[in-house]
């Protein structure tokens, strides 16, 4: 510690302990550290027996993180803390700022004023009841058990930092589902999740089902991969999560042996999509939602003249053969009597792969425009591959 007089320091000091008195910190981030061994650190707010602390975890180039937990004094801690860093970042809910130091001893301090304005309005709560209100418009809260078991959430149901991204989509899958409950039963529902991986969805569509809608449930979810269904297995008997059953395999090969109601998938690779699609499709699944993830087989197989404008310029040709597959899809599912649409999943931000399709099967198709439809399928697919 450098133990150097610094009015800017005392100022963003004082700033965050206000801030933590407020409870509209978020996050601060640490870097630039004077301390050769060290890479960053971060200090978030955490809720320790009931009460409200602050946590600082400190990452080594060695690659291990130490944790600390200060309950009090929290403007005389954090000056001893600041005062080793040469950038401090500071995130609340009512807006950033941020604490340079450069080699040459200069400090500046960027965005205070606007904080310290807000506290002077007395806007500082509401802007912090929002903040909070916006979680609390999810269907899933972060305090359900299953997701503190997954690790999403922490002990006090904060999402932790690495998975923010992964809450919003579950919860935005779900609300998908709640956008189409009148098409699915009423008490008793078979859920499939193909190509389930850690099973975070899958969880979250189960509690959704069995604790929120308190309805009979029976999941089954199917992986390639051993170690992950293990896993799963065994955190689903910890929750008593007693319908849901875990299966390695390949989807190709699985026989599913209950009516599908709910097809569900998340980023199933490349092909494995077309494979989950098929599936429900063929065991005559009432809704399916799929969110696609990498596209390779029509960017590596396309052959097509007409189009050769977009196909030579590699980044377009991606994008066009992503578009013209997940059409492709639709048009498949469109032409096995299902009703198709491609919405969004979730902000393009979190992730490029934010397609949902969605397919709700017919009561009543029309076979003249079935046949119609699979020969308009069969034509495309032959022009794009130049057969
Ligand atoms: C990108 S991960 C997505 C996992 C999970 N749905 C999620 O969103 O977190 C894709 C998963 O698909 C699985 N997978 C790929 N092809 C498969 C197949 N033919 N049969 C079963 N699982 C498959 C992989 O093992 C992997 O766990």
Redesign the pocket.
């Known amino acids: 510690m450098r133990n150097v007089k610094s009015d800017i320091l005392d100022t963003l000091c004082s700033l965050v302990a206000l801030l933590i008195e407020k409870k509209a910190l978020k996050k601060i981030v640490l870097s630039k550290p004077d301390a050769i061994d060290e890479i960053k650190s971060v200090i978030v707010p955490k809720s320790i027996s009931g009460e409200y602390a602050i946590q600082i975890e400190t990452f080594s180039k060695d690659n291990k993180a130490y944790h600390r937990n200060i309950k009090n004094n929290f403007e005389k801690e954090l000056r001893n803390i600041f005062d080793g860093y040469g950038q401090i970042n500071v995130i609340s809910t009512v807006g950033d700022c941020q604490y340079m130091r450069a080699k040459s001893g200069k400090e500046t301090l960027i965005g205070d004023k606007k904080i310290k304005a807000k506290l002077l309005d007395g806007n500082i709560e509401a802007a912090t009841e929002n903040e909070n209100n916006k979680t609390k418009n999810y269907i899933l809260s972060g305090n359900e058990d299953f997701l503190k078991k997954l690790g999403i959430s922490d002990e006090t149901g904060r999402i932790r930092d690495k998975m923010q991204a992964k809450f919003r989509q579950i919860n935005r899958f779900i609300e998908h589902i709640e956008a189409i409950l009148d098409k699915l039963p009423k008490e008793n529902i078979n859920i499939y999740?193909?190509?389930?991986?850690?099973?975070?969805?899958s969880f979250a569509v189960y509690h959704y089902f069995k604790n929120i809608l308190k309805m009979n449930v029976h999941m089954i979810c199917?992986?390639?991969?051993s170690d992950?269904i293990e896993y799963c297995t065994n955190v689903a008997k910890r929750l008593d999560f007693n319908e849901m059953q875990f299966v390695c395999?390949?989807?190709?090969k699985y026989n599913m042996e209950l009516k599908p109601h709910l097809v569900i998938?998340?980023?199933?690779?490349d092909i494995?999509t077309d494979?989950v699609l098929n599936k429900a499709s063929e065991n005559g699944a009432d809704v399916i939602l799929s969110t696609p993830?990498c596209h390779h087989e029509l960017n590596h197989t396309i052959n097509c003249e007409t189009l050769s404008f977009v196909t030579k310029h590699s980044m377009l040709r991606q994008k066009m053969c992503d578009a013209l597959t997940d059409s492709l899809r639709l048009l498949k599912l469109e032409s096995e009597g299902y009703r198709v649409d491609a919405l969004e999943l979730i902000d393009p931000e979190d992730t490029p792969k934010n397609i949902m399709l969605r397919a709700i099967k017919k009561h009543k198709v029309n076979d003249e425009q079935q046949a119609e439809l699979k020969k308009q399928y069969e034509n495309i697919k032959n022009f794009l591959l130049g057969k």
Do not use: E
């Not at 999740?193 to 969805?201: A, R």
């Not at 199917?222 to 991969?225: G, I, R």
């Open positions: 999740d193909l190509c389930c991986g850690k099973s975070y969805l199917v992986d390639l991969k992950v395999g390949d989807i190709i998938s998340l980023h199933a690779c494995a494979i993830c």
